[in-house]
């Protein structure tokens, strides 16, 4: 896989189809809310409530706090994740904050500062 690559694994409880696209060199500043899946390639300052999978693509900076279904992070976080399943650190990502999930993958690479806890406590 090249590095630009961004993992797309199924998670069985996520939302099918389309996705939200916050491009890049897009700034979005406020919270977003919604029943899709989302991808983030720009900047996003706010918080995100989600009933989907949330991918934070290589290059990409998010600084707020996120409840999803599931998070990839490949890209940059400050701020703290709940998933409901599953939460993929990629390679090349960067977070500060606290993980509280189901189920977490740290790829070699990653840089990871915070806590993780069990999703169900």
């Given at each position: 896989m090249s590095s630009k690559a961004t993992p797309q694994a199924h998670n069985p409880g996520t939302l099918s189809g389309p996705e939200t696209l916050i491009g890049p060199?897009?700034?979005?500043?406020?919270d977003l809310q919604?029943?899709?899946n989302?991808?983030?390639?720009?900047?996003?300052e706010g918080?995100?409530?989600?009933?989907?999978?949330?991918?934070?693509?290589?290059?990409?900076?998010?600084?707020?706090?996120?409840?999803?279904?599931?998070?990839?992070l490949e890209g940059e976080l400050t701020g703290n994740i709940d998933a409901r399943e599953k939460v993929q650190l990629g390679s090349s990502s960067k977070?500060?904050?606290?993980?509280r999930?189901?189920?977490?993958?740290i790829q070699?690479?990653?840089l990871f500062e915070?806590?993780?806890?069990?999703?169900?406590?």
């Open positions: 060199g897009i700034h979005v500043r406020g919604g029943k899709s989302f991808h983030l390639r720009g900047t996003v918080n995100v409530l989600l009933e989907g999978r949330m991918v934070i693509g290589d290059g990409a900076k998010f600084i707020g706090d996120i409840s999803a279904t599931s998070v990839v977070m500060k904050g606290n993980i999930a189901n189920s977490i993958a070699e690479g990653a915070g806590k993780v806890s069990d999703f169900s406590i």
